[in-house]
């Protein structure tokens, strides 16, 4: 097992600030930086546990098209190998180009990041490639907090449903009656493309 770093590096965490700064409405289900005590005991060796890895969600919608950050990433010294989609790609075997990734989470949710430990604290631009943000959007980014790196699960679930999600509380004063019938309808008119938590 990896020895668990206190907190990301400076480079893990600048690339979820800048993402957040260029596309202040992408969802963060799969963000990562450290990791939880679920994904530790599900991957011991992984490097998120160095803080030299971020987890980024792909929101193509939203601005954040993973496919795009996987080849634009190959260029960045930084970087020591990406997974994405079933795919990985390392500096080591760029000879080879993409090769299948077959472990138990196909990254199809976000593309992992690894970073080389001699560059952990260059914050440079991830994203060189397109605008950089506003000056009020990278304070707001800043001042957003960092989040761990959960457990794979293989279905990931949607939280803004008003009957399962943050919002259930609001369904409190609801009978069970009506309860019942609006669980057969949660999410409709949902901008997830994920299915419902069903707490």
């Known amino acids: ?3 668990v770093a206190k907190k990301a590096t400076p480079a893990a965490i600048a690339a979820l600030r800048q993402a957040t700064a260029l596309w202040p409405k992408r969802k963060k289900l799969s963000d990562g930086l450290l990791p939880s005590a679920a994904h530790l005991k ?3 060796v992984s490097d998120h546990n160095t803080g030299l890895a971020v987890d980024l969600t792909h929101d193509p919608k939203n601005g954040v098209d993973c496919a795009v950050i996987f080849e634009k990433l190959k260029e960045d010294p930084r970087v020591n190998y990406l997974i994405f989609n079933s795919k990985i790609w390392s500096k ?3 000879k080879n180009g993409n090769r299948p990734y077959t472990g138990s989470n196909p990254h199809d949710k976000h593309i ?3 970073i080389n430990a001699d560059k952990a604290n260059d914050t440079s631009p991830w994203f060189w490639w397109v605008d950089q943000p506003k000056i009020t959007n990278q304070i707001i980014a800043k001042l957003q907090t960092i989040p761990k790196k959960q457990a794979y699960n293989d279905t990931a679930q949607c939280t803004c449903c008003p009957v399962h999600g943050k919002q259930g509380k609001a369904n409190n004063g609801n009978t069970k009656a009506n309860i019942t019938n609006m669980v057969s309808r ?5 901008n997830c493309t994920v299915p419902c938590r069903r707490n």
């Open 1 to 3: 097992m990896n020895p």
């Open 42 to 44: 599900a991957s011991p």
């Open 92 to 94: 080591a075997k760029s």
């Open 112 to 114: 992992h990041i690894s």
């Open 186 to 190: 949660c999410c409709v008119g949902c």
